[in-house]
């Protein structure tokens, strides 16, 4: 069962339009809700983070968007780039001694120049 | 500042054989992972190690087993391989429990089973 459901499976966006991933959870536990970015062979690496207690946050072109009462949450980069194109993963952590992060399923972004 | 190394970064095993992944930080974290990721799957935790000398299930743990050697090293072994397992694993590290903070991951192990 997946525990962060993650959409759409993949995204092609011109230079310069926005970038919008989307991701749901079911578990009210979850409290802490990072994006990471991954390059082609490279690991993942942490783009961005939110915890439930604000709606939004931003840095720089990367904003992620969280809606407790409905469980969604979601990633727009704005004015996306070439050197954007990678693969977007949503994840959720959280509960007593959590120590596991639930990631997504990816989103793999192409951003056309 | 090596980070997160994991060797070897390629292998390709027969069925039934066996072999270990070795995964190594200088971070000095207290939390490491080992995540395999497969396409339309995302990444799935297969075991973690929350400090030296404690290990713990994940999601997928079913033919591995782990081993905390010490503070800098977590290894990932298959004891008699299966082409399920063929994947790229991944191992992570994190300063304390992975809802507390950034996970630092290694480049990848991409694993064949025949």
């Known amino acids: 069962q997946q525990q962060v459901k993650q959409s759409p499976q993949s995204l092609i966006v011109q230079k310069g339009g926005i970038s919008i991933i989307n991701c749901a959870y079911e578990?009210?536990?979850?409290?802490?809700f990072p994006w990471y970015q991954q390059f082609p062979g490279k690991g993942p690496a942490l783009l961005i983070a939110?915890?439930?207690?604000?709606s939004e946050k931003k840095e720089g072109r990367f904003t992620i968007s969280f809606n407790k009462s409905a469980k969604q949450f979601s990633l727009h980069i704005m004015d996306s780039q070439p050197g954007d194109s990678a693969t977007y993963f949503c994840a959720a952590s959280g509960g007593t001694g959590a120590n596991n992060l639930f990631f997504g399923t990816g989103t793999r972004l192409t951003v056309i120049p | 500042n090596a980070g997160v190394t994991q060797t070897p970064k390629f292998q390709v095993l027969k069925t039934g054989q066996s072999m270990t992944l070795q995964c190594a930080q200088d971070?000095?974290?207290?939390?490491m992972y080992w995540y395999r990721q497969d396409p339309g799957m995302g990444l799935r935790l297969i075991y973690y190690?929350?400090?030296?000398?404690?290990?713990d299930k994940g999601e997928v743990p079913n033919g591995y087993n782990v081993s905390r050697l010490n503070k800098r090293e977590f290894s990932l072994r298959l004891e008699s391989a299966a082409p399920s397992q063929t994947s790229v694993y991944f191992c992570?590290?994190?300063?304390?429990?992975?809802?507390?903070?950034?996970?630092?991951f290694g480049e990848g192990s991409r694993l064949t089973v025949l």
């Open positions: 992570a590290s994190s300063q304390d429990r992975a809802n507390t903070g950034e996970l630092f």
């Open positions: 971070m000095n974290h207290n939390s």
């Open positions: 578990n009210t536990a979850f409290d802490y």
């Open positions: 939110i915890r439930p207690d604000v």
């Open positions: 190690s929350a400090s030296e000398g404690t290990t």
